[in-house]
């Protein structure tokens, strides 16, 4: 029975030994390059997500940076029109400033020839008037003293001896 039971033994392994290698024949036929294929096509899958992903972080932080970037040129422009808005504003009231002060000038230039010619006329007016009533005065005066024959006769003499002394 020990002969019969190793010759079981034997041929059990053998059977056992055959259909093993049987089965790894029919999986690396039928199964093994399915099996190796979904796993590479899995492998593949998770690799370009992780690429992709890694694509998408860079596209962000490119993103983020262009962002950063757009918001400081902003920045600069907005504070680079601020500038410009205030100098221009300067400008304006300079110009304005000395545009009143030309036209003050002016006025008080033309106020003061006004002034003038108004004084030159006063002083005119104020001569001519002097002048008529110097004349009046000395027409009253005169015809008082040539009234009388004795005073112009002495009149006379006086301003022939007013000459001859000049």
Known sequence: MEKLLEEFSLGLFFWQTLLFVLLLFLLYK????????????REEGIKNALDAADAAKKEMQNVTADSEKLLKEARAERD????EARELKEGIVSEAKEQAKVEGDKMIKQAQATIESEKKAAVADIKAQ?????LEIAEKVIKEELSDK??????????LGDIKLN
């Open 80 to 83: 680079a029109l601020l500038k």
């Open 130 to 134: 002097v002048a008529n009533l110097s």
């Open 150 to 159: 004795k005073k112009q006769q002495k009149l006379v003499d006086d301003m």
């Open 30 to 41: 039928f199964a093994w390059k399915p099996i190796l294929n979904a796993v590479n096509e």
